[in-house]
Every structure is written in C-alpha cells, then in structure tokens.
C-alpha cells in the first residue's frame, strides 16, 4: 500500500503571512522506495516551510534498526527545518540506553531538532512559531486502562505555552488532545492510533491501541474553540499489519491568517 497525501488548512490570528507544515508520524522502519525515495519526493512536492514528525520513527528493541529513519529524517531536513518528538516506541527504546543515544546523536547531527519535553521558537515566513514536543511518559500508553492527563502534569513536564507566538505542540497520543488545547497549543499533532487500522465509512476509526472501539479522536482534524489539532493515520505498522479504507499517508498543512481565501 502506497501512501497518499491528505491536505488540510487552518487560519489563525496568530499568523500574518502563511505557511506550509508537512507532518508525518508512526513509520515504524519502513521503507518507500530505496532510501525512501518516494516519500522524499512527495515531501518535496508539498514545499513545506517546516517538517513536523510525531514520532515512532522506529520500531522498539529496534528489530530493522534505525538507518531508513535517519536517512529519512537527514533528507527531510534539507529540504525545511525539521523536528520532531519522541512516539512510545522512542520512549520504549531508551530502556538500550546506548543505541537510543546513538540514535539520537545522529538525528541532531542531521540538523533534526529532537523535542522531547522542550520548545524551540521559530520564525517561518516572518511568522513567530514556537514548536514544542511533549515526550509522555510510559504509563500512559498501557493497553486495556482509559489513560488521565492533567494540565498540571503536562506543565510540569513542558512548562507553560508560550502566548507571544504561534504554538504547534507535538504530542504522539492523541488520547489527550483537549487537555494539549488547554495548557494553550495553537495546534497540535498527534498520531499512535494508526487510523484505527479499519477506517469506517464516516471516517471514524474503529480501534484504538488502548483495545477500545471507536476512539474519539482516532484520527482526522478537531477543533476546541480557537485551537485545532491532527491526528494522521501514520506511514507504517508494527505488530498486526492490518488496515481497511485507512491508506499510509503524509499530511500537508497550510497555515493562513484569518480572513483569507
């Protein structure tokens, strides 16, 4: 299964001039074309003005290793500023201490900015942007348990939004989106339920990675008041390799200002 690219815009007051977001997330190793070349040229063909990854690059205990995401992640850095934030398979993996920092090393010397629990403001195309990415902490990806999150935690984890700037906040699980609306996120992006792995007809996912049917926020574009958040389906799986009407894909975002066309 080839992926897609599904297309969304968002307009916020916040932005002046707009801006191109390409957002991936959940590829678990894989491999599109060698060197990923096709999912490099689909990156280029979105002209992004920054590339967002919400994690799972990899898969734990790394079974194929890391090299098809660091090549991935070291090509897509070329061609915008690129970061991205730890899913639970990066979490999962720092229990190999050594590979995990070899790893990480050589994300950042690819130029990758790795936001685990950190925020880096950004000017992209004149616009103020402050990109924070919030690693959870294990407990919170149990399977059969409904998972809590406060904004006290949160806080305590990332610190406060920043409010002199447009904020993306990059958060693997998708579990919490109101509460990342609350602690301030402009925008944040999400993924880990894979689209539900079957898709039904009115776009809702079918399962989450919890066991529970029908996640509230399985996958697609949400909005709480002003805030707005994606969730993607992902470019990979581990596991089950099992998917109905939920294709791979990359997300382009366009971010304009409100009012315009």
């Known amino acids: 299964m080839q992926p897609v690219r599904k297309n969304y815009e968002i307009r916020s007051g916040k932005i002046r001039s707009p801006f191109t977001v390409l957002m991936f997330g959940d590829l678990h190793d894989r491999e599109y074309g060698p060197g990923n070349a096709e999912l490099i040229a689909m990156a280029r063909d979105c002209a992004p003005d920054l590339i967002l990854c919400v994690g799972d690059l990899i898969t734990a205990g790394f079974p194929n290793g890391t090299e098809a995401a660091r090549l991935l992640m070291r090509e897509l850095a070329s061609i915008a500023p690129a970061a991205m934030v730890n899913g639970n398979h990066e979490t999962y993996s720092r229990q190999e201490p050594e590979r995990y920092r070899a790893f990480a090393k050589a994300l950042r010397s690819d130029g990758v900015l790795l936001l685990n629990n950190r925020t880096q403001r950004l000017s992209v195309c004149g616009n103020p942007v402050a990109v924070t990415g919030y690693e959870l902490p294990h407990r919170k990806y149990r399977r059969f348990r409904v998972p809590r999150l406060t904004e006290r935690e949160m806080r305590q984890a990332v610190g406060s939004c920043r409010t002199d700037a447009y904020s993306i906040l990059l958060a693997h699980n998708p579990q919490f989106l109101p509460v990342y609306a609350a602690w301030g996120a402009d925008l944040t992006l999400a ?11 009115s776009g809702q996912a079918l399962m989450s990675p919890y066991g529970f049917p029908l996640p509230r926020y399985g996958y697609g574009a949400y909005r709480f008041g002003e805030k707005a958040a994606v969730v993607t389906s992902g470019l990979g799986d ?13 997300v382009c975002i366009r971010i304009l200002p409100e009012g315009t066309d």
């Open 191 to 201: 993924g880990h339920f894979h689209g539900g792995m079957v898709r039904l007809p």
């Open 238 to 250: 581990h596991t089950i390799p099992f998917r109905i009407n939920n294709p791979f894909e990359i």
